[in-house]
């Protein structure tokens, strides 16, 4: 399956980023709620080991999902719970997360694309399945990025990701309790090695067009659509972008303008 060829360089682009890091370095803070390094890094490996239980041992992802579950809804946080599953830090959790992200993806190189998979929600195919591990791996990685000083050398395996996020225009709407609009903005997109890239109606007078790393980057909350260059006109476009959500769970508030950005190299 190419998605799982794309999550797995999404993750060897991670470990590149990350592999200069020193043990200590793993607690800097990010932009994203100030999870540091290490919280990111095990949340990673958290998700990908439960999608790859999801796909080869659903009767263990459903033993591991329960408490994790329950533990939720006493209270805990994402990060308290990851924790308890997996306590190593730093150089050590990289080297767990380096195994498990090989694992996954080998995994799902072999599963048929429409296999059904469990998950906290409803179930998904695999290919949704492992593009949601690239979608995370690859705007995770942007919080460390911008603390980094590094402006990511972006491929077109985040077209994997646009998908992902024209697939859930409705949810962005839906999950804040709004109204559906009729028809979703036609997109037209500029790909990291220069192709279009279009969606939608192309005869639509409600238009999202610009790079197609940066409409990657709003949906993901990873960016403002202030900070980005795209061009959004009609109302539905300028709406959607104001509100995209690309994952699942509660409804999120993207970043304030300027708050996430690349960082002057220290």
Known sequence: MQQASDFLAESEALEQLIAPLQASDFAHPTGFKSWTFET??????????????ALTAPDDFQAELKPA????????TLPDIELAKFPEGGLDLVSLWQA??????????Q???????????????ARSSI??????TWAHGQAIADELGIERSEDDRIRNIVVLGVNTFGWSFT???????????ALRLTSPSGESWEYGNPDSDQVISGMAHEFAQVVTQTRNIADTQLVCEGDTAELWMRNAQCF???AAEPPAPGVRRTKSPA
Do not use: C
């Open 131 to 136: 593009t949601a591990r690239q979608m995370e």
């Open 175 to 185: 999950v804040r309790g709004l109204e559906v609009p009729e028809e979703p903005p």
């Open 40 to 53: 990111i890094m095990r949340h990673l490996h958290f998700w990908n080991h439960m999608a790859n239980l």
């Open 69 to 76: 579950v329950e533990a939720m809804m006493a209270g805990k």
């Open 111 to 125: 599963a048929d694309p429409s296999d059904r998979v469990s998950w906290v929600g409803p179930s998904m195919s």
């Open 248 to 250: 699942a769970g509660a």
């Open 100 to 109: 498990g992200f090989r694992e996954v993806a080998a995994a799902y190189q």
